[in-house]
């Protein structure tokens, strides 16, 4: 039975009062607000007023008159009650908006107003960074660690199979002992510097022992030039010594099939070398006296060929006597 007086109370109580009454309020209708409001708007717009009137308090009844008839011109009736409260809101800063003092919240909250503008710009930034990151990470990461790979790699058998290579190949083609101690000991040397990390040393090694290689594998004959327009030989004096008078045939080397050669010479006035497919080889002074005696005889240098370089044999076997230097320029 407890239950059934609890309800009935309730709905008695509910039965007390309609469901339109309500409870007396403290709070100004939205109405007489807004009045209010409006009073000191027009307070503010007619600044003129405001500063003759409240500048003396026994006028304030004045200017709640005037207050009255500029709302009357406009046909509104505007009670008197509300007409003070304006006046009083207005010098008590009611219903005035007040900035908030800077700091860092107000910062903050101008900068989330304004996102719309900069917004954009940080979002592609973010994606430029993330992108960048991305491939940073993902990309050149895993692109450095091969690179370290391969180069161990190389390093701890790549270079070394190709020196032993290059050696047996040089093995095989030579005809002369002296290439393959030569080979020997350009290897031993490149797999030191593989041992020791030195990539520039192991690559060098191979480079020097390709280089033994092709040139075992060189054959071509070297003659003296004899066609128009080109020297067959110059003489210089060097800067080293004015009394002396050093004497060079031009050359190329042609091989079988006619074609001519560029290859590595070192000119002895520079220091420097050079490819050439020309060059000046120094001879003496009856060798070039007698190359030039037959180029004058008809135009023509029959005795041409001043040495032979055959397959397997690193060097030049000369016809002529030579005195062994070279230039690339005169």
């Known amino acids: 039975m407890a239950p059934k007086t609890k309800i009935a109370a309730k709905d008695s109580r509910s039965l007390d009062r309609a469901p339109s009454d309500k409870a007396p309020s403290d709070k100004a209708p939205l109405d007489d607000v807004m009045l209010a409001m409006d009073v000191v708007d027009t307070l503010r717009h007619r600044q003129g007023l405001v500063d003759r009137e409240l500048g003396e308090a026994d006028r304030a009844d004045q200017l709640i008159s005037r207050l009255r008839k500029i709302y009357a011109d406009q046909g509104i009736e505007v009670p008197d009650r509300i007409l003070q409260e304006g006046v009083e809101g207005l010098t008590q800063s009611r219903f005035e908006y007040t900035p908030p003092a800077a700091g860092l919240a107000t910062s903050a909250a101008k900068l989330y107003v304004s996102r719309g503008k900069w917004g954009r710009w940080v979002t592609g930034l973010v994606v430029v960074v993330a992108l960048g990151l991305g491939g940073y990470q993902f990309g050149y990461v895993p692109w450095v ?39 020997d000991a350009i290897r031993e040397r490149g797999k030191i510097s593989a041992r020791e990390g030195d990539l520039a040393g192991a690559r060098k090694a191979v480079a020097d022992l390709r ?26 004096i060097p800067a080293a010594n004015n009394a002396a008078t050093n004497f060079y045939v031009i050359v190329e080397a042609i091989t079988a099939d006619n074609k001519a050669l560029s290859l590595p010479i070192a000119n002895e006035e520079t220091g420097e070398v050079e490819n050439v497919s020309l060059w000046g080889l120094r001879v003496s002074e009856a060798v070039f006296n007698n190359v030039r005696a037959d180029k004058a005889d008809d135009g023509i240098i029959q005795q041409n060929i001043i040495g032979l370089k055959q397959y ?10 030579v005195l062994g230097g070279t230039i690339t320029r005169w």
Do not use: C, H
């Not at 190709?162 to 030569?182: G, N, P």
């Not at 033994?212 to 210089?236: A, P």
């Open 145 to 183: 660690a091969a690179q370290k790979s391969e180069l161990a790699n190389q390093l701890a058998s790549g270079l070394p199979a190709r020196m032993d290579e290059l050696r047996e190949a040089i093995f095989v083609d030579t005809k002369q002992q002296s290439a393959v101690r030569q080979a």
């Open 211 to 236: 280089e033994i290689r092709d040139k075992l594998r060189q054959e071509y004959s070297l003659r003296v030039v004899n066609r128009d327009g080109v020297d067959s030989g110059v003489w210089t």
């Open 312 to 321: 397997g044999f690193l060097e030049v076997d000369y016809v002529a006597p």
